[in-house]
DNA sequence: CAAACGTGGAC
DNA sequence: TGTCCAAGTTT
């Protein structure tokens, strides 16, 4: 927090000894409402009339990919399948070829497994209630309340990557967010505002200033509303001494490498993919079985008598 | 809790 | 060229 006003002002606005709000924070989450407002991206998922299962489907393809790479296969996702309930009548061979490239395949899976669930469960409508949602396959404590959220106006803190930088920075002074951990749910709940309509605005602001202007890269400070009160430039951009993220594995080489290469092949073609040509995607037999037990445990592969399939 | 899980763009 | 990063979830 800023220390170097004289006149700084801590004073609280409730009693709930969890809540950080402090007139600071409140001028946070002020400015970014008002800059959202003017400097939101004009996204799919927030045209209005946008359903509550367009933004299911959203925020699964979002799960680390980027923004630039899901508005063209959310779009025909939605054309072809309006509902859950019509994707939930395809087998989930047909959500992993839709998928395409957009990468870890599981989430396909998980969605056809979400919209079944959705339509047997909710008779096909997604569901309003954080427990309801948590309670999909697939969907965590970010999917969860980023539906009740953003689809149904509940107020609920959204924690992202975003918001656990924005608030690491401005906040807390770190330049970077440590591990996640369910404290950052209790910190975002803590400057959450009080009301819905502004609560909702918040979550999104803060989640676009994170992606747009507050990057991990390179922060475009310049441009941020909440520089004056940001108490990581307040303190000189100390720089980050916690913990960090363990490096990425390299890719290229890797097992997830050779299951991407077989599942670019399955999802090639509608008929069984033989051993033999499984054998022409990577010469490595141990590492190719590796991967290939591993799709098989996923269900993302099924063995057959001719050779192996996408479930059916 | 750490590790696994795809893919492609940016610097 | 290699590293970092992207609206996370599961085991």
Redesign the pocket.
């Known amino acids: 927090m800023d220390t170097t006003a004289g006149t700084h002002i801590t004073r609280r606005t409730t009693d709930d000894s969890h809540d950080r709000r402090t007139f600071e924070t409140e001028v946070i989450a002020a400015a970014i409402i008002v800059w959202f407002r003017e400097n939101g991206r004009d996204?799919p998922?927030r045209r209005p009339g946008f359903t509550a299962w367009g933004t299911l489907v959203?925020?699964f393809m979002?799960?680390?990919?980027?923004?630039n790479?899901v508005i063209p296969h959310l779009e025909a996702w939605l054309d072809r399948w309006p509902s859950p309930v019509e994707l939930a009548a395809e087998p989930p061979a047909s959500a992993v070829r839709a998928w395409a490239?957009?990468?870890?395949?599981?989430r396909a899976l998980?969605l056809h497994a979400a919209a079944v669930e959705i339509t047997e469960r909710h008779g096909g409508t997604v569901p309003e209630d954080v427990g309801a949602l948590l309670a999909l396959?697939?969907?965590?404590?970010?999917?969860?309340r980023?539906v009740a959220a953003f689809a149904y106006g509940h107020r609920h803190p959204v924690v992202?990557?975003?918001t656990r930088?924005v608030i690491a920075r401005a906040v807390d002074g770190q330049g970077e967010p440590g591990?996640?951990?369910r404290r950052d749910l209790t910190a975002m709940e803590a400057i959450l505002p009080r009301g819905v309509v502004e609560a909702r605005t918040f979550n999104a602001g803060i989640?676009?200033l994170?992606?747009i202007v507050c990057?991990?890269?390179?922060p475009r400070c310049q441009e941020c509303p909440i520089r004056e009160a940001c108490a990581w430039r307040a303190q000189g951009y100390p720089p980050y001494l916690g913990a960090r993220?363990?490096?990425?594995?390299?890719?290229e080489g890797?097992?997830?490498?050779v299951?991407?290469?077989i599942?670019?092949e399955l999802r090639s073609t509608h008929r069984p993919v033989t051993d033999t040509e499984i054998e022409q995607l990577w010469p490595d037999a141990v590492q190719r079985d590796r991967a290939l037990t591993?799709l098989l445990g996923d269900g993302l592969a099924i063995a057959t008598v001719d050779g192996y399939t996408l479930p059916s």
């Open positions: 996204l998922w959203s925020e979002l799960q680390q990919t980027p923004v790479r490239s957009l990468g870890y395949p599981r998980w396959s697939g969907v965590g404590d970010y999917t969860a980023a992202d990557t975003n930088r591990p996640p951990s989640m676009e994170g992606a990057t991990a890269r390179a993220k363990p490096t990425q594995k390299k890719y890797s097992d997830r490498q299951r991407g290469l599942m670019r591993g």
